[in-house]
């Protein structure tokens, strides 16, 4: 059963999501495919996406959860070399073609949300 569009699900704890560090992958149902999402914290803020190079549909990471490339500036796919800016997922070098596909997350109370859309949901079991 879908949940209603902006409904808060739990992500993970605040400290998970360590500054420039690893990635948190999660799942999602997105326009009605099973993709793999994940979660980061640059410059103090959490961030989220779909995992999916916009150059080819293929996840970015080529060792789980390290998508941050060594100057810890940019999110890197391993592949094709796109760079792609934490804050906003934007194409910023590269074979990519426009940005990543953003996810909304909240965090408070020391947890981090992402949130439903009309074509994001989560997965079911």
């Known amino acids: 059963m879908a949940l209603p ?7 993970c704890a605040s400290a998970d999501l360590v500054e420039r560090g690893m990635a948190l ?3 999602v ?3 009605g495919q ?3 999402a994940f ?6 803020v959490a961030y989220a996406y779909l995992n999916r190079c916009t150059h080819v549909a293929m996840e970015l990471d080529y ?15 391993s592949t094709h070399g796109a760079a792609y800016a934490p804050q906003s997922g934007q194409c910023a ?3 990519c073609r426009g940005g990543l596909v953003k996810i909304s997350l909240s965090e408070g109370a020391g947890v981090v ?4 859309a009309y074509n994001l949901q989560p997965v079911e079991f």
Do not use: N
Request: hydrophobic share 35%; charged share 25%; net charge negative.
């Open 5 to 11: 569009p902006d409904t808060a699900v739990d992500l």
């Open 25 to 27: 992958p999660f799942d």
């Open 29 to 31: 149902v997105f326009s």
């Open 34 to 36: 099973t993709w793999r």
């Open 39 to 44: 979660a980061i914290r640059y410059q103090g």
């Open 63 to 77: 060792e789980p959860g390290r998508l941050f490339d060594d100057s810890g500036e940019w999110l890197l796919c």
């Open 93 to 95: 070098g590269g074979p």
């Open 113 to 116: 949300r992402w949130h439903t």
